[in-house]
Nanobody, 128 residues
């Protein structure tokens, strides 16, 4: 059974950086590298928002709200997904989730409707 476990969240001040990790398990052989992976976030009282996606071949896409500040990457040898978050702002405060997403939903706007597996999340809090 596939499991995704996020880590790396925490509290930072405005302008700070964090690096989130998402360790995947339950993948047989090299199958992990064939999947679209994504990061989402959800703040209290708000809808879940797709933050970034990375295709099997490495193509990345970002929500406009994080473009130029966040970087999604993956290490297929370790079945691990990353999100480097720079220049953090209070509006980035949310629970961040990683997910395996259907290949035809591999875009931050479409990904929320294509989740196959999702982790439990890691909290990011940015104070001004």
């Amino acid at each position: 059974q596939v499991q995704l476990v996020e880590s790396g969240g925490g509290s930072v001040q405005t302008g700070g950086s964090l690096r989130l990790s998402c360790a995947g398990s339950g993948y047989s052989g090299y199958i992990y590298r064939s999947y679209c992976m994504a990061w989402f976030r959800q703040a209290p009282g708000k809808e879940r928002e797709g933050v970034a996606t990375i295709e099997a071949r490495g193509t990345t896409n970002y929500a406009d709200s994080v473009k130029g500040r966040f970087i999604i990457s993956r290490d297929n040898d370790k079945n691990t997904l990353y999100l480097q978050m720079n220049s953090l702002q209070p509006e980035d405060t949310a629970m961040y989730y990683c997910a395996q997403v259907l290949w035809n939903r591999c875009d931050p706007q479409m990904a929320p409707t294509g989740v196959q597996y999702r982790g439990q999340g890691t909290q990011v809090t940015v104070s001004s």
